[in-house]
C-alpha cells in the first residue's frame, strides 16, 4: 500500500539528482501520481464497504457471473451432429487398463482409459460425454467413486484408488452422450416449460387459481413477490377477483417438455442413458501386500476437513472416509451420546428430511412439534437430554403435486440471520438443496447459494464456533423425467457448490459420493447410505 509519506522521499530523492527546471515538473508529475494513488486507494476501501450492510469478508464477492464462467469451463461444446450414427454409443466403446500387467496393492491408483466410439464403431474425436465409474466388490459389500478426466479428444483418463483387497470390478456408465449433453444444457437454460406452477388463492370459500413462477411469460396484471435484500423474485398471474395477498399455496406439473428433433428425442430414450461401457478385462485382483485389508487413514476425522473426491469408500456396507479416520456413529445410544446438549438445524429438500427422519427413528424419547396439515418446520425435542432438531424446506421453486403452503415460505438466508445459536460448538446448521432447482435456469440455483454463502459469512461472524455444513445432491433415477431432473444438471450445480463454498470455514458432505459409490440411482436412497451420511455428519459434529 503507497500513502503520500511513503511516496514523497522518493520523489524528492530524484528531483535533487535532476536540475532545478526539471526537477519542477518531475515534482508535480510526482505530486499527481500520489494524489492518483491515493484516489484509487480510497475508492477501494470504499468498495470495500457497500453502502447498505457491511460485508463480513474484505474480499471481492463473487457474482453469478464469475460462477457461470468457471462452470463453462466445464461444458465443452461438440460439435453439431448430423446423424444420430454419430453420436458416442455406451455398446461400441471400449475401457482398458492402462497398466495391464501391473500387480495392485491397497492403496495403489488403478488406471483406466476409455475409448468413446459412436454407433458405427468409429472413434470419437471431442470429449462432453457424461461419465459415471465406479470400482465394487460386491461379497464385500465394498464401493467407490472413480475420477474421470475429459482428455477432450474422446478419450477419457478414469482413476481409481484402491480401498481395499480382494477381486475389484470396474464398472463404467455413459449416462449421457456428448450430444445429449448438449441438447440436456441447451434446453435447461432455455425457455421455462420444463414445470408449470400453480397457486391457489383462498379467501373465505372461495379459490382461484393461476399460474405462478420465476419468470413468467406473459402481459397479464401479476402478483409479485418479491424479496429486495435476497434478490429473490416470483410472481404469479393476478387472480380474477382474489388479493394478491391471499395466495395459499403452490403445486407444480411437469409440462410435455420441448419440442426436440427426431435424433434428439432417440438420444434421451432411456435405452441410451447409462448404459455400461464394455471392459477389455476381467476383475482386477488387489492385493493387501504389507498392510492391512483395507486403507485407512490414521489422522482423526475433525470439523473442517476438505472433502476431495472420492471422499471415502464402501466397506462392508460401511462408509470410510480416504482422508482421514471417522469415528462411526450408529445406533441409538451413540447417536444420543453425540447430540446430548447439542441443536441441529436441517434446510433443504426431502433428501436433507431423510437424515430428519433417519434421527427421529433413532432417538427415544423424543417429542415431535409438527404443524398440522403442513409438513414443515419439523421439529424434534428430548428434553431429558437437551437435544433439539429441525427441518425446513427451502424456499420455491418447490416441485411436487402436493401443494406447499406459503406459511412455509422463508429463504434459508433469512432464516439463517435469525435462528438462535448459543455462540459455542453444541450448534450446527446443515444445508441440502439443489434437486428442485434442476428444472430451472442455472442462474436461479447460483443465485440462491450466493445469498445462502453472504448468510453464512453473517452467521459465523455472529456465532463463529457454530458448525457448518453443505450437503451435495446425490444421485438419482436415470431414466426419469431426464430433460427435467438429469444427473447431469445436478453434477454441474455441485460443482458450482464447490465453487461457491469452498473457501468458506464449512464442511462439505458429498452426497454423490456416496450413491454414486452404492450405486443407487434413487433421489431417495436407502437407508444403508443415509445412516452412514448421517454418521459422517454426527462424527464431525461431535468432534471434541
Ligand atoms: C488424447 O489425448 C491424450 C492426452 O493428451 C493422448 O495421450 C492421447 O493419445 C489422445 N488420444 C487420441 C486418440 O488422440
Ligand atoms: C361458506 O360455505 C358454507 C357452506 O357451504 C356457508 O355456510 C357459509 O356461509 C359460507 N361462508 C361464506 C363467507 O361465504
Ligand atoms: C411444438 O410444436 C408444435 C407444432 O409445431 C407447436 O404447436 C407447439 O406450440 C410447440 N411447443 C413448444 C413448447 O414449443
Ligand atoms: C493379507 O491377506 C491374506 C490373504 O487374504 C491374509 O491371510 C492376511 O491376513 C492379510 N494380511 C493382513 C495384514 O491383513
Ligand atoms: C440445552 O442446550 C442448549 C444448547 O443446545 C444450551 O444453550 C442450554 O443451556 C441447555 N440447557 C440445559 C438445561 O442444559
Redesign the pocket.
Known amino acids: 500500500m503507497l500513502s503520500k509519506a511513503d511516496y514523497s522521499p522518493v520523489g524528492e530523492t530524484e528531483s535533487v539528482a535532476l536540475g532545478s527546471k526539471n526537477s519542477k515538473k518531475k515534482v508535480i508529475f510526482v505530486f499527481l501520481l500520489v494524489i492518483i494513488f491515493i484516489f484509487f486507494y480510497l475508492s477501494k476501501i470504499f468498495t470495500w464497504m457497500p453502502t447498505k450492510e457491511r460485508l463480513p469478508s474484505p474480499r471481492k464477492e463473487m457474482t453469478v457471473a464469475d460462477i457461470l464462467s468457471s462452470l463453462r469451463e466445464d461444458i465443452p461444446e461438440a460439435p453439431k451432429f448430423k446423424s444420430f450414427m454419430e453420436t458416442s454409443s455406451g455398446g461400441r466403446s471400449v475401457a482398458r487398463l492402462e497398466d495391464p500387467g501391473a500387480v495392485f496393492c491397497v492403496g495403489d491408483t488403478l488406471n483406466v482409459l476409455v475409448e468413446m466410439k459412436d454407433f458405427n464403431g468409429k472413434p470419437k474425436t471431442y470429449g462432453g460425454d457424461f461419465i459415471l465409474a465406479r470400482i465394487h466388490s460386491p461379497e464385500l459389500k465394498a464401493s467407490a467413486s472413480g475420477v474421470v478426466t475429459d482428455l477432450r479428444n474422446g478419450s477419457y483418463h478414469v482413476s481409481f484408488t484402491l480401498f481395499w483387497s480382494g477381486m475389484v470390478q470396474v464398472s463404467v456408465l455413459l449416462v449421457h452422450s456428448a450430444e445429449a449433453v448438449q441438447v440436456l444444457w441447451r434446453e435447461r437454460n432455455g425457455r421455462y416449460f420444463k414445470i408449470v406452477f400453480i397457486g391457489s388463492f383462498i379467501k373465505g370459500n372461495k379459490t382461484e387459481t393461476s399460474q405462478c413462477g420465476p419468470m413468467l411469460k406473459t402481459t397479464r396484471p401479476l402478483c409479485e413477490y418479491v424479496d429486495e435484500r435476497e434478490g429473490e423474485y416470483y410472481a404469479c398471474i393476478k387472480p380474477p377477483t382474489l388479493p394478491c395477498s391471499s395466495l395459499n399455496n403452490i403445486k407444480s406439473h411437469n409440462t410435455k417438455g420441448p419440442n426436440l428433433s427426431k435424433n434428439e428425442v432417440r438420444l434421451l430414450e432411456r435405452k441410451n442413458i447409462g448404459l455400461q461401457i464394455k471392459n477389455t478385462f476381467q476383475a482386477v485382483q488387489v492385493l493387501n501386500c504389507t498392510g492391512p485389508q483395507q486403507y485407512l487413514a490414521t489422522e482423526k476425522c475433525m470439523y473442517g476437513i476438505k472433502s476431495p473426491f472420492p471422499s471415502g469408500y464402501f466397506y462392508e456396507n460401511r462408509w470410510f472416509s480416504s482422508i482421514c479416520q471417522l469415528t462411526p456413529i450408529f445406533g441409538e445410544a451413540a447417536i444420543t451420546k453425540c447430540l446430548t ?3 441441529l438445524y436441517f434446510w433443504g429438500d426431502s433428501t436433507m428430511r431423510q437424515w430428519n427422519t433417519y434421527l427421529r427413528g433413532n432417538i427415544k424419547g423424543l417429542r415431535f412439534v409438527d404443524p398440522p396439515g403442513g409438513w414443515m418446520p419439523q421439529r424434534s425435542f428430548n428434553d431429558e437430554k ?3 432438531f429441525q427441518w425446513k424446506k427451502h424456499n420455491p421453486p418447490w416441485i411436487g403435486s402436493g401443494a406447499v403452503s406459503t406459511k412455509e415460505f422463508v429463504y434459508i438466508s433469512r432464516d439463517l440471520d435469525t435462528i438462535e445459536l ?1 455462540g ?1 460448538r ?2 450446527a446448521v446443515v444445508i441440502g438443496i439443489g434437486q428442485h432447482f434442476r428444472a430451472l435456469p442455472i442462474e436461479v440455483f447460483v443465485h440462491r447459494i450466493l445469498k445462502i454463502r453472504h448468510s453464512i459469512l453473517r452467521l459465523q461472524a455472529r456465532s463463529p464456533h457454530t458448525k457448518v455444513f453443505i450437503k451435495l445432491e446425490n444421485t438419482r433415477e436415470l431414466g426419469k423425467v431426464v430433460m427435467t431432473m438429469t444427473d447431469w444438471y445436478g453434477r454441474i450445480q455441485n460443482l458450482a457448490q464447490r465453487t461457491v463454498f469452498g473457501d468458506l470455514r464449512l464442511t462439505i458432505l458429498d452426497a454423490w459420493d456416496f450413491t454414486l459409490a452404492a450405486n443407487t440411482f434413487n433421489v431417495h436412497p436407502n437407508e444403508i447410505v443415509v445412516s452412514n451420511e448421517v454418521s459422517l455428519l454426527l462424527s464431525l459434529f461431535c468432534d471434541h
Request: glycine fraction near 30%; charge should be positive.
Open positions: 446438549g447439542k441443536r437437551n437435544i433439539t448459543g459455542g453444541q450448534d
